[in-house]
């Protein structure tokens, strides 16, 4: 099975959160690996451009397929950055210019008021067909400076709800254990062993 990821971080996750639910992660696959070049991602949600991804896999590989698209939703920003998060300082993938800008636009807003979540979106396209989706969310608020050293994208600036610690601080295994994207696997999971006719 395929994973339409170019992100190492992503690959090792996904496969973390979907080895401790019976799928054996060997057999587990990143876009990257295949040689595959990612598509435009033009949906207008995450479920749409996590499609995308799924259904560009399958017709190019002929292999069943997994994607994510997932975010930071921020509610006194009206839900940005959203599906726009990789990609919020005008170039795709640059950590650390995405959470200076979001930093910035956040200045002057009042903790009561750094209310956020992180969202998810995880898909699975088999060739014949076959589109399952599941959604998991993680809500928090937001830092005014980056903590930590683990995780990845936006990590480093949201304390989950109940927790002192940004996700960044947390370890990875506690981070998958209550994350937005470890949520939308787990939900998938089911629906992935049965694909790969694994025992549960």
Request: glycine share 12%; proline share 6%; aromatic share 4%.
């Amino acid at each position: 099975m395929v994973l339409a990821t170019h992100n190492q971080h992503k690959l090792a996750e996904v496969r973390a959160i979907l080895g401790a639910a019976g799928v054996d992660p060997q057999r587990i696959v990143s876009a990257a690996e295949l040689g595959v070049a990612p598509p435009l991602e033009d949906g207008l949600t995450f479920a749409d451009n996590a499609l995308v991804k799924a259904r560009a896999l399958v017709a190019a590989t002929g292999l069943p397929a997994m994607a994510d698209d997932s975010g930071l939703v921020v509610d006194v920003l009206g839900g940005a950055p959203g599906i726009f998060s990789a990609r919020w300082c005008g170039r795709h993938g640059d950590d650390e210019a995405n959470l200076r800008l979001l930093l910035d636009q956040l200045a002057d807003v009042r903790d009561p008021h750094r209310t956020a979540r992180f969202r998810c979106a995880a898909v699975l396209v088999t060739p014949d067909g076959t589109e399952v989706v599941e959604h998991g969310d993680l809500d928090g608020t937001l830092t005014t400076a980056p903590r930590g050293a683990h995780g990845f994208g936006y990590d480093p600036v949201l304390v989950p709800t109940g927790e002192h610690r940004t996700c960044a601080e947390l370890t990875p295994e506690e981070k998958n254990a209550r994350s937005h994207r470890g949520t939308a696997f787990r939900a998938l999971a089911g629906s992935v062993v049965a694909v790969l006719g694994q025992p549960g």
